[in-house]
């Protein structure tokens, strides 16, 4: 029950961080800058957790001098970090070739998690992880393989992309083990909020957006969807997962999102496509699998 209660969380959060792109891009089509974008919304989505919390929770801000500096380290890799990868691997390559490389992140998130928290590695799990990983390739339609080798910067910043999301996953699962989860995911995104806030300040998004209601519409459904609930549900998710399994099943993201993009921006959607998306949800599904009915 807890593993199907975890994967359901974190497709919850993958679905959720798929609506990125959808809301992402009415804001880029009006001239937005992408990093601008990714500081305003992880400030604002960070104060909204505060106002949460200080509402409904407020002894669940109080965290040791220990515990600060690990959250802060997970949130500097796993949200500042991973955003200005991610970001400049979208500029640098495109949507497609960014997205199969981070989703290279499953595989550095099941070596990490084996080194560093003592995760098995089931065949059941490698299973998953070549079958979501080739569903989110088909998904992406990214054949054209030369094309990587053609760009290495566009190839180091896709896959560095991958490292620190995977990185998130760890970091959280580590960090839910001793704080609540609520905790975890707020300090977490309040100090990835924070790093990004120095790089970018918020402000100079709002500004532009302030003054159209269509913009700051965009924004508020960015904020509160695609950021708090995506992040929260992921870092819920993880209190029940292994970080291994949480970041394969967060490979429904990519599927999630084309089919956004084909309901609410037009893009059509090719027969491979929809394989893709069978492929992950096969993914997902395998790791319901207990590992004590498998031989390891």
Wanted: net charge positive; proline share 4%.
């Amino acid at each position: 029950m807890n593993t199907s209660k975890g994967l359901l969380m974190v497709s919850c959060a993958g679905i959720c961080w798929a609506t990125t792109g959808l809301f992402g891009t009415f804001l880029f089509r009006e001239g937005l800058d992408p990093i601008n974008v990714a500081s305003t919304r992880s400030v604002l989505a960070a104060i909204l957790f505060l106002c949460f919390l200080l509402a409904a929770h407020p002894k669940k801000l109080i965290v040791s001098p220990k515990q600060i500096f690990m959250l802060a380290l997970g949130g500097l890799v796993g949200i500042a970090i991973f955003n200005i990868f991610y970001l400049s691997a979208i500029d640098a390559a495109g949507m497609s070739t960014a997205v199969v490389l981070l989703y290279t992140s499953p595989v550095f998130a099941v070596l990490l998690s084996r080194i560093f928290l003592g995760e098995p590695l089931s065949r059941i799990k490698i299973a998953a992880l070549v079958i979501a990983f080739t569903g989110v390739v088909m998904v992406a339609e990214a054949f054209n393989f030369s094309a990587f080798l053609d760009n290495p910067h566009s190839v180091l910043l896709g896959l560095g992309a991958g490292l620190f999301f995977a990185l998130l996953s760890v970091f959280g699962k580590y960090l839910t083990g001793s704080t609540h989860r609520l905790t975890t995911s707020f300090y977490l995104l309040f100090t990835g909020s924070l790093f990004l806030a120095i790089i970018r300040p918020p402000w100079l998004a709002v500004m532009e957006i302030i003054s159209s209601p269509s913009l700051l519409l965009a924004l508020t459904a960015l904020v509160v969807i695609s950021t708090f609930s995506s992040h929260f549900l992921y870092i819920y998710g993880l209190s029940y997962l292994e970080a291994g399994k949480a970041s394969i099943a967060v490979a429904i993201e990519p599927p999630a999102a084309i089919f956004l993009a084909y309901f609410f921006l037009g893009e059509r959607l090719a027969s491979v496509q929809y394989a893709g998306v069978i492929m992950v949800l096969a993914a997902v599904f395998l790791l319901r699998i207990p590992a004590k009915k498998v031989k390891e």
